[in-house]
């Protein structure tokens, strides 16, 4: 596949951190940020979730029309501290695969330590580490605004250690 265009991912329900990459040259990055407004709205917390899980797959499939996106990595979602984090990690992870299956485009997933592990070499490491670290292997247009920097570092992140152990973006590019 001459033109591998890719959907890097750093989900979350808050910030979802996103970089659209090809051939190693970032051609859009940033973050989706939505935020609770239940009680603003008057609506129950599940419906509130369900506008938040639209806004993020529109912005998404917005994306991947604008770039023609083939291929989709991301960060595997994980952790959570109570009911509604799971809920949470539950909803990024299931739109993705359902965008990756309505639209036959191949999805990996890797973990965190996965990334930073590829690219600080260790698997603990901060968020300042981790900017800087990316900083220095793509070119990209950091806002100086600490969530979105962070996230799109995450995405990053991932793209870098599919690029080395990714065995179908090795064959995609042959």
Known sequence: MENLVILTNDPSFTAWGYAVVSKN???ESGCIKTAPEQKKRRIRASDDRTRRASEIAGSLL???ATHDVNFILSESPHGSQNAQAAIMIGLVAGLLVGISESLNIPIE???EQD????????KAATKEDMIE???KLY???WRST????EAVADALAVHYV???QSQVLKMMRQ
Request: charged fraction near 35%; avoid cysteine.
């Open 25 to 27: 040259k970032i051609l």
């Open 62 to 64: 917005q994306l991947i």
């Open 109 to 111: 997933w890797y973990s």
């Open 115 to 122: 990334s930073k592990k590829a690219v600080l070499g260790k």
């Open 133 to 135: 670290a990316i900083d």
């Open 139 to 141: 070119d990209v247009d």
């Open 146 to 149: 600490k969530y979105i920097d």
């Open 162 to 164: 599919a690029s080395k």
